[in-house]
């Protein structure tokens, strides 16, 4: 007799691929100015234990066996420990971000900086406004590796063409509608090669279409896992390292075959950011 177990249900062990990343340390990370609804000025910021918060998020990555490169944080940018937004790196291409609001601007040069420095990456500068990986992800295995962008807060469309150019891949416009989800990164995210998991309410209906087509098979997040910051995660195609306040949508990536590993990411969240924020992927 043939007796199915629960077991037998999960998908195949998936398999992680080593990655590079680059990262910043929040030295100076406050929140002394607010440019998204999670932003409070009066709240105090513990920096000495962001900066423990974000050394656990560091470790956790290097001993998942991943290269993390750093930048040098800087006095006056305290943003600057969410490195995604410096750039969107495909293939070597290295499509440098472009501020949205003056309190970041001055945090470009040291990611164009970074990538200059580095023989194996080709830099284009942008001339449209655009904020790296907070607004751009990409998935080598789907439908022949495409790029999804979000804009409607942030990033503007015409720097989605942009780095279609730059990057010579489809880019997929998706618009955000929520303010409290004002980056793609907090409303989707990139689990492997070829899926996605996300919060449609984040998106217009017409998006949300769109993302149904592309990927059938996504997870959904709920409106409370979007909250927690659960989509900003960091998956390496198995071990998806996620914020401990997301350990409901952890259960959800576990039944799907993944493997979550809980990071305390607290002090952050109050910049508007959680694990993928601090994370840039650098694709060679
Ligand atoms: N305070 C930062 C901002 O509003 C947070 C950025 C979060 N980063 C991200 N990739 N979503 O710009």
Known sequence: MLIVTERDLIPTARRPRPRAYLM??????????????????????????????????????????????????????????????????????????????????????????????????????????????????YLPDAHGGIALAGYGFRT?????????????????????????????????TVLDDENIAYYPGAFSEASQQVIAQLFPNAVIADEADALAFALNLVSDGRNVVINTESTAFAEKLTAAGYHPVLVDLAELKKGGGSVKCCIAELRD
């Open 24 to 137: 910043c340390a929040p030295e100076h990370f406050v929140v002394e100015y607010a440019i998204n609804p999670w932003m409070d000025t009066t709240a105090p910021v513990d920096t000495a234990l962001a900066v423990k918060q974000w050394d656990v998020l560091r470790q956790t990555m290097v001993d998942l066996g991943h290269t993390v490169h750093v930048l040098t944080p800087q006095a006056g940018l305290p943003d600057m420990v969410f490195s995604a937004n410096g750039a969107f790196v495909v293939d070597g291409v290295a499509y440098g971000a472009k501020f949205r609001y003056p309190q970041r601007a001055d945090e470009a040069a040291a990611h164009r900086a970074f990538y200059e420095s580095r023989d194996e990456y080709a830099f284009v500068a942008p001339t449209q406004i655009n904020e790296g990986e907070g607004d751009f992800a």
């Open 156 to 188: 503007e469309p015409a720097a989605h063409a942009e780095a279609a150019e730059a990057l010579g891949r489809p880019v997929i416009s998706l618009k955000l509608v929520d303010p409290r989800f004002y980056h793609l990164d907090v409303a989707l």
